[in-house]
Each structure stands twice: as structure tokens, then as C-alpha cells.
């Protein structure tokens, strides 16, 4: 049944609904203003943050190629002493 209470109730978000309504075209415009800025800030910062870790996986990144280029270059190194070095032959008894 239809009651008292429902028909409160009801109202109620009739009225809710036509005052958001009304106050619409008001209220989006202010938060629009105010949240615009926001969102540029944060995107600006995330903008910055990429550049940023770009750059330092840039460095890291000709960090380990110069490590391997030493590695290599020392195994290289080693590679060619031993080459050098000759191991005396094992005389027959």
C-alpha cells in the first residue's frame, strides 16, 4: 500500500531530482573550473614522471651496455693470454 511515509519518500526525491536539475547548468560550470586545473596538474606531473624515468632508463640502460662491453672485452683479453701461454708437452719415458 501507499503510505505517508512512501509518499515523503517519494517527494522527496522529486524534489532532489528537480533541484539538481535546476542547479545544473550552475554547480557543473563552478566544479568544471575547479577540477580543470586538477586534471592538468596531474597529467602535467605524470608527463614529467615519464620524461623522467625515460631518461634514467636511458642512462641505466648505456650503464650495463658499457658493463657487457668491459666484460666481453676482458674474457677477450683472458682468451688471447691463455692462447699465449704454451703448455710445456709431456715427454715419452
Same mark, same amino acid.
Given at each position: ?5 512512501? !509518499?515523503? =519518500?517519494? %517527494?522527496? @526525491?522529486? $524534489?532532489?531530482?528537480?533541484? $539538481?536539475? +535546476?542547479?545544473?547548468?550552475v554547480?557543473?560550470?563552478?566544479? %568544471?573550473?575547479? +577540477?580543470?586545473?586538477v ?5 602535467? %606531473? !605524470? ?10 632508463? $636511458?642512462?641505466?640502460?648505456? &650503464? ?6 668491459? @666484460? ?6 683472458g =682468451?688471447?693470454?691463455? !692462447?699465449?701461454?704454451? &703448455? ?6
Open positions: 500500500m501507499f503510505g505517508i511515509s512512501n !509518499g515523503i =519518500r517519494f %517527494g522527496g @526525491a522529486v $524534489a532532489i531530482g528537480a533541484a $539538481a536539475v +535546476l542547479l545544473a547548468p554547480v557543473l560550470p563552478i566544479v %568544471g573550473a575547479v +577540477l580543470k586545473p586534471a592538468k596538474s596531474v597529467i602535467k %606531473g !605524470g608527463i614529467l614522471a615519464f620524461e623522467s624515468a625515460k631518461v634514467a632508463l $636511458a642512462e641505466t640502460q648505456e &650503464t650495463v651496455e658499457d658493463i657487457v662491453a668491459e @666484460a666481453k672485452a676482458e674474457i677477450a683479453e =682468451r688471447k693470454q691463455a !692462447g699465449q701461454v704454451k &703448455t710445456p708437452k709431456k715427454q715419452a719415458a
